[in-house]
């Protein structure tokens, strides 16, 4: 009668001396968590802010003044540029994200998009541009007025302090 009960109770105890066993382990010394999967290199990312106006007639024209904030530091920029096939004035805003830029003085360059849309008293549009060091900016751009592109356009961004 003894082993029946013993027998009856193994599950049991298989169970308990599980239970046992991983207390016991996690007690032992652990070896460190691996450390996170690096994420994307964040020492060649930085953000951009900009605002200024466009007027087109045919051939329209772009100004403008921004901030880089890059590795914790602010670098202001102006902005010129042209595009065709482009009607309408507008007054731009714009906030993004610099990729590729290992060097702050990489930002300077001239910047290519191609970009269609109509602005009827307000919009947005989310676009990128790409200079000739590799450095990409992604951005969403608001703009107020009245504009109508088909264009190929061209931007110049020059850091003025650095």
Do not use: E, K
């Not at 066993?21 to 930085?46: E, N, V, Y």
């Not at 902005?79 to 610099?98: E, F, N, P, Y």
């Amino acid at each position: 009668m003894f082993s029946r009960d013993l027998l009856r109770g193994r599950g049991l105890g298989l169970a308990m001396l599980g239970l046992a066993a991983g207390a016991l382990a996690s007690c032992a010394p652990q070896p460190p968590p691996p450390a996170p999967a690096p994420m994307a290199d964040q020492t060649s990312t930085g953000t951009v802010s900009f605002s200024g106006g466009a007027v087109a007639l045919g051939v329209g024209f772009q100004w403008g003044s921004g901030v880089l904030t890059f590795r914790g530091r602010q670098y202001p920029f102006r902005v010129h540029g042209l595009s065709v096939l482009d009607v309408g004035a507008t007054r731009v805003s714009a906030t993004g994200t610099v990729r590729n830029l290992n060097n702050v003085a990489d930002f300077s360059g001239n910047y290519v998009a191609a970009t269609a849309g109509a602005t009827l008293a307000g919009g947005g549009s989310i676009g990128s541009l790409r200079n000739q060091n590799g450095v990409v900016i992604n951005g969403i751009t608001t703009q107020q007025g009245l504009r109508l592109t088909l264009a190929a356009s061209g931007l110049n961004l020059t850091l003025t302090g650095q």
